[in-house]
């Protein structure tokens, strides 16, 4: 499998942004589509916590080979990508503003775009569906339902009574805490513990919790895997991809205008029965009983897959893969 | 007419309605420093036609909530107030008729919730006041222009306007700001001079009464200016998280018009832009501007009559 990747820098929304690209080579473009010479259809594909580009990287090369020009970026805050100093520059809205900057840039200001998402990349997926319905032809994301805005469920309230102050979000709020245990523990370990959690329950970080235990690499995780990641994530640390949920409340407060609005775009939801997303008390139930539909209305179709993890597209790359071309396919 | 308190989006909206239940909404959106009385002559006349006129105070003016938090006054917060406005009222898409910053929010509006819009009327602020580059500051970009004494500069630093206006009395400064006809933008040099002398009286113009006034000067006492002026201590973080509306058009059927004496009609650039071909290119769907003769910055209340036809003209055609 080709695992080669363009490495581009562009400024959008004033930072400068870093994405990975892998586009099809003459010979695939001309084969899986009518022969017409076409620009390749694009797919955006939104990495979540604690992750980087990186994570798309079966994807990458098993679409671009389908003939789809494949886009990854480093969100705002991660990897090559600049992390603003200012705590409150990590809104879905600067996000999303982003997005639609590196489309502009990269695709073309009238484009739209196939885009899939995954944990954070999942949310903010959400989001650019909503703010620019207009920018997304289809969209294929995993792991993270879409959950109606609520004036009554201030996020960060919700969490704490809902698993205390040790769940991992409401640890993450105090700015620099989390960063000072994570810096105590070191990087690789702390990375160790995020990817290979497998846990359905909640992920709770009480303090003083010890890192001791062994912690051995899944069959979808390499040492060179790990170490691409360890780099980007020392040399950057984890504030930026930290200061994701400390702005979860901030952006819960902005996104009054899209009270009962409906996710308009065409839909394809992928989550592991062993994901603990799929775990979350209620969300069973909202993802089957119709509720989910109701608020997606072009919600086609929802594949749960038997024994997997959250990392799914880690986990299953071809599986994910396959799902992905079928839908955008249909397109 | 009823007057009603709604809550949606964590305020208190007040709220002025007339017209059956089930006759199809329109929302009046007031500007500054104004309120949902300005909006006294369109209301009647709209509810007499069978449509549904509802008219709020916007958050931070008259019996509407003020959160003291400048934060809780960007765009966002002021458009998720209209949503929950319209959700209390109905689930059909409404009319909404915008003035100065309700003109703004009114593009905001139909920029994020197209789906609840079926036609705009907006008066006096043009599109031109959109999402542009987001790492642009605003109030810098003005300061450079128009100097620190261009009002909305004056309004950045807290308690500063609020003082003068404490100083200078809310009955002279509700009078000298709707009777303005100044055609050029509107400077408030530090020494007050803007208000004229306190001895001088300011006579009223044939459209705007005693009991207006007296109406409005009420309401200002009691909620000061904080509110409204807010907004204005907004502008740079509203610029910054309208990044994902960049580019974006406006693909709401839209009728804007503008007195000819407006101040916002003289700022540099404004007549190029409504007349020129940006506006139609950013709003597709906007008919031919009207521009009100004779008519200064508080039109419809100026010239009621013809601004209450020319909303029932257009939203009759949908």
């Known amino acids: ?331 | 007419m009823e007057h009603r308190k709604l809550r949606g989006n964590g305020v208190d909206i007040h709220v002025a309605i007339q017209g059956p239940s089930d006759g199809p909404v329109v929302l009046l959106i007031h500007g500054f420093p104004t309120l949902w009385y300005s909006w006294r002559h369109q209301i009647p006349g709209l509810a007499a036609l069978g449509y549904r006129a509802v008219a709020p105070d916007l958050r931070g003016y008259g019996d509407s909530d003020a959160p003291s938090e400048i934060s809780s006054y960007t765009c966002f917060h002021l458009v998720g107030d209209m949503i929950a406005v319209i959700s209390a009222l109905t689930e059909d898409k409404v009319f909404v008729v915008g003035h100065d910053w309700g003109a703004l929010i009114a593009w905001y509006l139909c920029l994020f919730r197209p789906d609840k819009v079926k036609a705009l009327v907006n008066l006096s602020v043009p599109f031109s006041f959109g999402p542009k580059d987001p790492t642009v500051k605003p109030i810098d970009v003005l300061r450079k222009f128009y100097g620190d004494d261009f009002y909305m500069c004056r309004f950045q630093e807290v308690g500063e306007i609020e003082a003068e206006i404490s100083e200078v009395g809310v009955e002279r400064v509700v009078r000298r700001i709707l009777t303005y006809r100044t055609p050029r933008p509107l400077i408030l040099p530090k020494d007050k001079s803007f208000w004229g002398p306190k001895d001088e009286t300011i006579p009223l113009p044939s459209w705007l009464t005693e009991e207006d006034v007296a109406y409005y000067v009420s309401k200002f006492q009691e909620k000061g200016y904080t509110g409204g002026v807010n907004y204005y201590r907004n502008f740079d973080r509203n610029n910054e998280l309208f990044a994902p509306w960049v580019g974006c058009k406006i693909q709401v059927p839209t009728k804007f018009a503008i007195g000819e004496q407006d101040l916002v009609y003289h700022f540099p650039g404004a007549r190029e832009y409504i007349h020129g071909p940006k506006f139609k290119e950013e709003v597709p769907l906007l008919e031919e501007p009207v521009v009100i003769e004779g008519a200064a910055h508080f039109v419809n209340q100026e010239k009621p009559q013809e601004i209450l036809q020319l909303i029932v003209d257009f939203i009759s055609k949908f």
């Open chain 1, 1 to 331: 499998m080709d695992l080669t990747f363009a490495h581009r820098f562009v400024k959008v929304n004033g930072i400068n942004m870093h994405f990975a690209e892998k586009t099809p080579s003459l010979v695939a473009d001309y084969g899986a589509f009518d022969g017409a010479l076409r620009p390749p259809p694009v797919i955006l594909l939104l990495h979540g916590f604690p992750e980087l580009w990186y994570t798309w990287r079966h994807q990458m090369a098993a679409l671009s080979s389908l003939g789809y020009r494949t886009i990854a970026p480093d969100l705002r805050g991660y990897g090559d990508t600049e992390a603003p100093e200012s705590a409150d520059a990590y809104t879905s809205l600067h996000v999303v503003g982003d997005l639609i900057g590196l489309i502009d840039e990269v695709v073309g200001d009238r484009e739209k775009v196939f885009v899939v998402g995954h944990d954070w990349g999942a949310i903010i997926a959400w989001h650019l569906c909503l703010l620019r319905p207009d920018r997304v032809k289809a969209l294929v994301n995993m792991s993270v339902v879409f959950e109606p805005w609520s004036l009554k469920r201030k996020p960060i309230s919700v969490f704490k009574s809902f698993y205390g102050d040790d769940y991992y979000i409401c640890r993450f709020q105090e700015y620099g805490e989390i960063e000072a245990e994570f810096a105590k523990v070191g990087t690789e370990r702390v990375l160790m513990e995020l990817l290979t959690y497998r846990d359905p329950g909640p992920i709770l970080l009480p303090k003083g919790k010890s890192y001791d235990d062994p912690v051995s690499l899944p069959s979808w995780l390499t040492e060179y895997d790990v170490k691409y990641y360890v780099s980007k994530f020392e040399k950057n640390g984890f504030t930026g991809p930290v200061n994701y949920y400390r702005n979860m409340d901030r952006t819960w407060e902005m996104m009054g205008p899209f009270s009962n609005a409906q996710v308009k775009v065409p839909v394809k939801f992928i989550i592991g029965d062993q994901d603990l997303t799929y775990h979350i008390p209620g969300t069973k139930k909202y993802i089957h009983d119709g509720r989910f539909k109701s608020h997606v209305p072009l919600l086609d179709e929802v594949v749960v897959i038997k024994g997997g993890g959250h990392f799914i597209h880690e986990e299953r790359p071809d599986e994910i893969s396959k799902h992905i071309h079928d839908y955008f396919l249909t397109f």
